[in-house]
């Protein structure tokens, strides 16, 4: 059997919300799944510090599938899609290293770690401004 990808996700995630899915999986919202994103990432650090890659595989996938889940429901309310959670992290990665990506240098660990802070409070300003403009 071939290895199922994210796209595969993504469909089987689709089916569990869809009509004849899951009636678990159909009544779920953003707020119910808290709870169970909170215990996977804590299962994930569980995992990392015992030291067991087995079950880190899992674990992350368990927080994956949480990931898929709030992406479906956000999709089905016409909010976004998975495609517009990775087009938004590619661009965040990008943007918070330009010391790979563009042309800054960095020195040290503690460079790149003022340089992210930096990036972050702009990013952060200029989402309050458009935010402040958008009330006006």
Known sequence: MAKK???DLLRVQAQLRGPGGCPWDRKQTHK???KHLKEESQEVAQAI???DMENLKEELGDVLHQIIFHAQIA???????MADVVDGLCRKIIRRHPHVFG?????????????????K??????????AARGKR
């Not at 999709?75 to 899609?81: A, D, N, S």
């Not at 800054?104 to 660990?109: E, F, L, M, R, T």
């Not at 702009?122 to 458009?130: F, P």
């Open 121 to 130: 409070r702009r990013e952060k300003l200029t989402k309050a401004r458009r």
């Open 103 to 119: 042309k800054s240098k960095v020195k040290s660990v503690k460079d790149v770690l003022i340089q992210w802070d930096e990036i």
């Open 49 to 51: 510090r015992k030291g």
């Open 75 to 81: 999709r089905e309310k016409g909010l976004f899609t």
């Open 5 to 7: 990808n994210l796209s």
């Open 32 to 34: 119910t799944l808290v």
